[in-house]
């Protein structure tokens, strides 16, 4: 078993975030210690993981609520849970793919510029005239 500092350390959270979660009900069949102190198992250390990457994937706490309810209903719940996460796959690719494309819009000013400092260019904007153009 883990205390709530060990837990938080361990899986990469606040003390503040671990509270919050248990307060909000999703961590299920929290235990306590014989001084009423939370503690953790493996399942538990495991469960949080998942929830930190549900939260990192845009997951409300509304929607891991609700993922948590479906998981606690067992296997006739997989297909449900199967969708959620693929609409939060679809999001995430979404995301990605606008990332990328700010990226490759970087990448090709970064060419711009060096092949402009390095004389291979010549120099010049969409904002302001540039002599000798």
Request: net charge positive; proline share 2%.
């Amino acid at each position: 078993m883990y205390s709530m500092q060990e837990t938080y350390k361990m899986v990469g959270m606040s003390y503040q975030t671990l509270k919050f979660y248990c307060n909000q009900g999703l961590i299920p069949n929290v235990k306590r210690d014989k001084n009423n102190y939370r503690v953790f198992d493996d399942n538990d250390i495991k469960w949080i993981e998942g929830l930190i990457c549900l939260k990192k994937c845009g997951m409300s706490i509304e929607e891991m609520k609700e993922f948590l309810n479906l998981c606690l209903k067992g296997e006739s719940s997989i297909p449900e849970r199967k969708t959620i996460l693929d609409i939060k796959k679809q999001k995430l690719i979404e995301n990605l793919n606008q990332i990328q494309s700010s990226i490759d819009y970087i990448d090709k000013k970064q060419e711009f510029y060096d092949s402009v400092l390095s004389g291979k260019t010549k120099y010049y904007s969409n904002l302001i005239k540039v002599e000798n153009e």
